[in-house]
C-alpha cells in the first residue's frame, strides 16, 4: 500500500467492470492509468473547460466503455464561473491564489451537476472509484454525493488535497476528513508529499474507503 494508488484501488475493488467517475479530467491523463489497472471499466469523465474538453475528446472518444461530459460536478446544479488558467491543470471554481502559478486567461460560465443528479439522470445506481482532481472544489463535491454517500453507493475515493494558499476559500484537511469520516469512510492510503516554498507541504493524495460499501460485496 502507499506506493501506486491504482494498485492500491484495486487491493479493495475486486471486479471485472467498476463503474469510475473520473472527476477534472484534463485531457484524460488518468484515464489510461485507469485502463490499464481495470481495462475493462466503465468510466465517465468529467472535464468543465470547453477548450480542454476539445482536446480530452481527441484524446479518448476512440476508447471503449469511456463517457465524456463537458460538465463541472459540485455541490449544486446551475451555472459557476470558472476560473480558466494558462496552465489547464490550474484551472479551477476557486479564484488563484498567491502560491498558485499561471494566470488566469478567461471566466466561463459552466453548467455544474452533482453526483447525486447525475446519477438519477443516467441510472448509475452505484460508483465504485471516484477519482477527484478539481483544484480544491473536492469538498463541494463530495458535498453534492451526499445522498449516494449515506446509502453506501460509493466505494473508493481518490482525491487531492491543497495546503498551501494555491486557491482562495481552500477547505481545511480537517474540514475534508471529518466529512468523509462521518459518512462512513476510512483512510487508506497517503502518498508522497509535493512541497512549496519554505519547504512546507503543498499538496498530496488521499485514498479513502468505504468499508460499508465494500462489504455489500
Known amino acids: 500500500m502507499g ?9 479493495f475493488i475486486k471486479i471485472d467492470k467498476p463503474m ?7 485531457i484524460g491523463q488518468t484515464i489510461e492509468n485507469f485502463r490499464n489497472v481495470f481495462p475493462k471499466a466503465h468510466i465517465n ?17 476512440k476508447m471503449e466503455n469511456v463517457k465524456i461530459w463537458n460538465y463541472g ?12 488558467n494558462s496552465h489547464s491543470t ?14 488566469v486567461i478567461r471566466k466561463t460560465n459552466i ?23 478539481t483544484q480544491g472544489f473536492e469538498l463541494e463535491i463530495f458535498k453534492g454525493a451526499e445522498k449516494m454517500m449515506k446509502e453506501n453507493k460509493i466505494g473508493v475515493l481518490y482525491f487531492e488535497v491543497t495546503f498551501s494558499e494555491m486557491y482562495d476559500d481552500l477547505p481545511k484537511l480537517g474540514d475534508i476528513y471529518n466529512f468523509l469520516n462521518e ?14 516554498k519554505s519547504n512546507l507541504a503543498g499538496w498530496t493524495d488521499l485514498l479513502f474507503v468505504n468499508e460499508n460499501f465494500l462489504n455489500q460485496k
Open 111 to 133: 453548467q455544474v451537476i452533482s453526483i447525486d443528479q447525475f446519477c438519477i439522470d443516467q441510472n448509475i445506481d452505484k460508483i465504485d472509484i471516484i477519482k477527484s482532481d
Open 183 to 196: 459518512r462512513g469512510f476510512s483512510l487508506a492510503s497517503i502518498y508522497p508529499l509535493a512541497y512549496q
Open 45 to 61: 469523465s468529467f472535464e468543465p473547460s470547453p477548450a480542454t474538453f476539445e482536446l480530452l475528446k481527441n484524446n479518448v472518444s
Open 3 to 11: 506506493r501506486y494508488p491504482y494498485y492500491d484501488m484495486a487491493k
Open 90 to 103: 490550474m484551472s479551477s471554481f476557486l479564484k488563484l491564489g498567491e502560491s498558485g502559478w499561471g494566470k
Open 73 to 84: 460536478i459540485g455541490a449544486n446544479n446551475g451555472l459557476m464561473t470558472l476560473f480558466e
Open 20 to 26: 469510475i467517475f473520473d472527476i477534472g479530467a484534463n
